[in-house]
């Protein structure tokens, strides 16, 4: 099987950064693809970037020229950087991985349950 484990996230105030990290461990596949979605209650869950085995990555509107999603292969270790927060960014962030789908394919099915492995997810609090 397949663990996703978040860390980063916490407060900040508009116009900060954040960094959030997901390392995977368990069972790994050559064509992984890992991005993340968040999660407000009440609202419906959004997909936020994704990255593929070969590098290419993929952005919500909400994202681009402000969010920029990263890994590290030797470690398993993903990364989403977030700059210039706004107090909508204000959410539970999640870490998911699956195989054989690209970037630009996984961005409108990373939020899915059926998608793949899922993150217990980092609270991210913008002010």
């Known amino acids: 099987d397949v663990q996703l484990v978040e860390s980063g996230g916490g407060s900040v105030q508009a116009g900060g950064s954040l960094r959030h990290s997901c390392e995977a461990s368990?069972?790994?596949?050559?064509?992984?693809?890992m991005g993340w979605f968040r999660q407000v209650p009440g609202k419906e869950r959004e997909g936020i970037a994704t990255?593929?085995?070969?590098?290419?990555?993929n952005y919500a509107d909400s994202a681009k020229g402000r969010f920029t999603i990263s890994k590290d292969s030797a470690k398993n270790i993903l990364y989403l950087q977030m700059d210039h927060l706004e107090p909508e960014d204000t959410a539970l962030y999640r870490c998911?991985?699956?195989?054989?789908?690209?970037?630009?394919?996984?961005?409108?099915?990373?939020?899915?349950?059926?998608?793949?492995?899922w993150g217990e997810g980092t609270q991210v609090t913008v002010s």
């Open positions: 368990g069972r790994t596949y050559m064509k992984w693809c």
């Open positions: 998911a991985a699956s195989w054989d789908v690209t970037a630009a394919a996984a961005l409108g099915r990373i939020a899915d349950p059926a998608f793949g492995y």
């Open positions: 990255i593929d085995w070969s590098g290419n990555t």
